[in-house]
Structure formats: structure tokens, C-alpha cells
């Protein structure tokens, strides 16, 4: 588990780690193992805490900033996608009349299941 940056430069959190997945398909994917990690416009969580969905425990392992530009097939995987192009559109989809900014900046969450 780490910050991709030193803990300290990190900002503040926006939100807390209860919002960071709420949508029905997402909460799904990522009890399925499908989906290991989610991009927000804030900062949800610090790495060590844990996220519960359903009485399953996620711990979170990195947070890091990322322009949109930068996402590739992989990341969109791990957000539970089969392409980029997929993850764009339902980003779009969730936010009418948001641009795909490729230099916008998001927060990535990294998590995986706690092993009991």
C-alpha cells in the first residue's frame, strides 16, 4: 500500500470513502472482482482505510492524480470496462454536458478485498 506521492503533499479529502462507490452496477463489479479501482474529481480516501460494500471489506492501496489523457485500456479494466471508449461513455453518460477533458485531472483509488 502507498501513496504514489508523499502522503503529506496530498490535499485534503473532498468526500468521504462511503460516496467513493455508490452507483448499483459499480457496487457489483466491484464484489464481482471486476472493479479494483475508481477516478473522482476529489479525494475520497487515504490508502489503509477501509471502503464497505455490502459487509465485504475493500482496503484502499494507492491514491494518485491522473490527467484524462493519460487513461489507457488498462486503467478503464480496472475501473470494470473492456475499453477506454466504454469508460468514456458512461462517464458521459452519468455527467450531460461535461467535456472529456484530456487534461483534466482526477483522483485514482486503488483497492483491493481484505483477506479475512
Known amino acids: 500500500m502507498s501513496n504514489q ?3 503529506n503533499t496530498l490535499p485534503p479529502k473532498t468526500c468521504s470513502i462511503d460516496r467513493m462507490v455508490t452507483v448499483k452496477e459499480d457496487v457489483e463489479k466491484v ?3 471486476k472493479k479494483t479501482a475508481t477516478r473522482r474529481n476529489g479525494r475520497y480516501a487515504d490508502v489503509g482505510e477501509i471502503m464497505t460494500l ?3 471489506d475493500f482496503v484502499v492501496d494507492k ?3 491522473q490527467s484524462l ?3 489507457t485500456d488498462e486503467h478503464a479494466r480496472q475501473e470494470g470496462f473492456e475499453s477506454l471508449e466504454d469508460y468514456k461513455q458512461s462517464i458521459l453518460s452519468m455527467h450531460p454536458g461535461m467535456p472529456w477533458l484530456p487534461q483534466m485531472r482526477v483522483w485514482v483509488h486503488e483497492f483491493s478485498a481484505v483477506k479475512k
Open 5 to 7: 506521492h508523499d502522503p
Open 31 to 33: 464484489l464481482a472482482g
Open 54 to 56: 455490502e459487509g465485504k
Open 63 to 65: 491514491v494518485y492524480s
Open 69 to 71: 489523457g493519460e487513461l
